[in-house]
């Protein structure tokens, strides 16, 4: 991976990133305007931090790792994103990826603006346990179903300029 550090928006010159199997992070701004950047393999990273991928042409998210706020905010070309042991998403982590379309996802913290943007996204959310959706988390999203255990909150605008189709409560 080459970056260019004369220019203000950074490019990679690869397709593909394979980390080593025991990066344990990946730092704040690792990987910012890495335009380029299409496959990273996550799976044995344990955490990626504040802004990791901003901007880039990632294109697939397959991680356990605990996630910082923003990390993929403004991929516009990300658009699967699996996260089996993610229990809580930070603010903006998917803010404006616009062709996101699959989730699979296990989370019942959504933080503020956590998937707005995402218009390609259809979420069909089930959770028997106590779930916070913060403001803004689903804005502009497309709504199947959700369906919310007892105790759950779901803060102002958290569903704001949705495309609904059915929004059910326990």
């Known amino acids: 991976l080459f970056m ?8 990679a010159t690869c397709d593909d990133c394979v980390l080593a199997p025991k990066l344990l992070t990946i730092g704040e701004n690792a990987f910012t305007w890495c335009e380029q950047l299409n496959n990273v393999n996550l ?4 955490r ?13 998210v397959i991680t356990r790792a605990k996630i910082g706020p923003a990390s993929f905010c403004g991929c516009s070309k990300l ?14 982590t998917f803010l404006n990826c616009s062709r996101l379309r699959l989730l699979n996802i296990y989370a019942t913290d959504f933080g ?8 390609a996204l259809n979420i069909n959310f089930a959770s028997k346990s106590p779930c916070f959706i913060g403001p803004y988390a689903f804005e502009r999203t ?8 007892d105790g759950s ?4 605008f958290a569903f704001k300029n949705t495309e609904q189709h059915s929004i059910l409560g326990k």
């Not at 799976?43 to 344990?46: E, I, K, L, R």
């Not at 658009?79 to 089996?84: F, N, R």
């Not at 909150?153 to 102002?156: D, F, K, L």
Request: net charge neutral; aromatic share 8%; hydrophobic share 35%.
């Open 112 to 119: 503020p603006y956590a998937f707005s943007g995402c218009s």
């Open 79 to 92: 658009e699967v994103a699996c996260l089996p042991s993610q229990t809580k998403i930070a603010p903006r």
């Open 43 to 46: 799976w044995n990273t344990h």
């Open 153 to 156: 909150r779901i803060a102002s």
């Open 48 to 60: 990626i931090q504040a802004r990791a991928f901003y901007n880039s042409g990632i294109q697939q």
């Open 4 to 11: 260019n550090d004369n220019e203000e928006k950074q490019t």
């Open 142 to 149: 497309i709504l199947d179903q959700v369906i919310l255990g």
